[in-house]
Nanobody, 121 residues
Framework: QVQLVESGGGLVQAGGSLRLSCAASGSITSINVMSWYRQAPGKQREFVAQISRFGGTSYTDSVKGRFTISRDNAKNTVFLQMNSLKSEDTAVYYC???????????????WGQGTLVTVSS
């Protein structure tokens, strides 16, 4: 069994910063891509950022220059440093891995339970 567990959400004032973490657990042998998505109230889930095993990154336009994704491969953990937060960043943030390989099998589209980020204006 594989799990992704997010942490680090909370309430922050506009202009502030938060750092989200997502730790993968299980008999993991490799995770190629790890991503962050978010879902604001009344809206569809949207892509925020992703990072490959070798450090290649991509971001949605609205967070470029403010958010930074990073990972610790040894700990199967991905981070999202969020700076200059805006009220429109308020959402539940989800960690995703399109494929997680373990000793026994591969798991597809693994999601965390989400962590709430609220930015007050």
């Amino acid at each position: 069994q594989v799990q992704l567990v997010e942490s680090g959400g909370g309430l922050v004032q506009a202009g502030g910063s938060l750092r989200l973490s997502c730790a993968a657990s299980g008999s993991i042998t490799s995770i190629n891509v790890m991503s962050w998505y978010r879902q604001a109230p009344g809206k569809q889930r949207e892509f925020v950022a992703q990072i490959s095993r070798f450090g290649g990154t991509s971001y949605t336009d609205s967070v470029k220059g403010r958010f930074t994704i990073s990972r610790d491969n040894a700990k199967n953990t991905v981070f999202l440093q969020m700076n200059s937060l805006k009220s429109e960043d308020t959402a539940v943030y989800y960690c995703n891995a399109p494929e997680v390989r373990t000793l026994m099998r591969s798991y597809r589209e693994v999601w965390g339970q989400g962590t709430l980020v609220t930015v007050s204006s």
